[in-house]
């Protein structure tokens, strides 16, 4: 049972850090407000100059997108 956890939180961090480097770069003094996953999609919403942006990124379809909230 140990075994397969280790694994699954393996498998989990590699995903994490996948969706996290195939979103845009924070830039300096851009703050993380939440993120979350939802249906397969990494979304992560964030703040800079005033402004909300929300970065997505898909795992089915390995593509990743930036709007303004």
């Known amino acids: ?40 999609i990494y979304c992560r919403e964030t703040t800079f100059n005033s402004i909300t942006y929300q970065a997505t990124f898909d795992f089915k379809q390995r593509t990743s997108h930036l709007i303004t909230a």
């Open 1 to 40: 049972m140990k075994n397969a956890l280790t694994a699954l939180f393996a498998v989990a961090k590699e995903l994490a850090e996948l969706a996290k480097s195939s979103t845009p770069k924070l830039r300096d003094g851009e703050l993380i407000r939440c993120e979350w996953l939802r249906d397969g």
